[in-house]
């Protein structure tokens, strides 16, 4: 099965980050599976300019690292969406990826167009944050609800982190790795 994990953080090896790999290392105890990252802080993704070229074709007319994130996402079989809290939400770098599915959410919407995938793909998303309030990922986690279901992708149950701040927070942690490591482990036992 294919895994794509989207990161969403500018830090290429904060909490974030690691609870990517260690979920990573989780799912890769079960044969049959491949891991990719994208780091969209090293790629291009310009915000959607909300112009409406996506409405006639379900294309997007923007000509930049999206179009490889498209084709990538259409292909996952699982869907990571991996970003520390922001101020209560997903940071700018995911929420440009979000933002330029529209073009998904034209081809479904407005053109009609129904994915031949035999079976659904499931998403998930991974965040962690700093403090540790009831709400601190409502913000995210509906967010990635209403992407998910444009994709048509199942909402998995998410992976969520409080308590870490500093960029090696996590990797200090013993606990919560192992943690993260069976979150990837068993979500290879739900298909
Ligand atoms: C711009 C910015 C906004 C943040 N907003 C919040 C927030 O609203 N709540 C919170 O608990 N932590 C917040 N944080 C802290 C991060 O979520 C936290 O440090 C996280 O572990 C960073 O993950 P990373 O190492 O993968 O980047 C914020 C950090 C930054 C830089």
Redesign the pocket.
């Known amino acids: 099965m294919k895994n794509l994990f989207i990161l969403g ?1 500018p ?1 290429a090896n ?4 690691t609870m990517a790999k260690s979920v990573a290392e989780g799912i890769l105890e079960t044969p049959g599976n491949t891991i990719e990252y994208s780091h969209l802080n090293k790629l291009t993704v310009q915000p959607c300019q909300g112009c409406g070229g996506c409405n006639k074709t379900g294309e997007c007319v923007i000509n930049d690292d999206m179009q490889e994130l498209y084709t990538k996402t259409r292909s996952a079989d699982r869907l990571f969406l991996v970003s ?5 939400s997903v940071t700018a770098q995911l929420k440009c990826y979000i933002d330029r599915c529209q073009a998904q959410w034209a081809r479904k919407y407005l053109l009609n167009h129904h994915d031949t995938k035999t079976s659904r793909p499931t998403g998930y998303l991974l965040s ?4 540790s309030g009831d709400k ?1 990922f409502d913000g995210s986690i509906l967010i990635v609800k209403c992407l998910f279901d444009t994709l048509n992708i199942h909402f998995g149950s998410p992976l969520l982190l409080r308590n ?2 500093k ?1 090696d ?1 996590l990797s200090k942690t013993p606990d919560k790795l192992a943690y993260c490591r069976k979150f990837g482990t068993e979500l290879t036992k739900d298909l």
């Open positions: 953080s830090r904060g909490n974030s980050a520390p809290i922001y101020f209560y962690c944050a700093a403090t601190l870490l701040e960029i927070s």
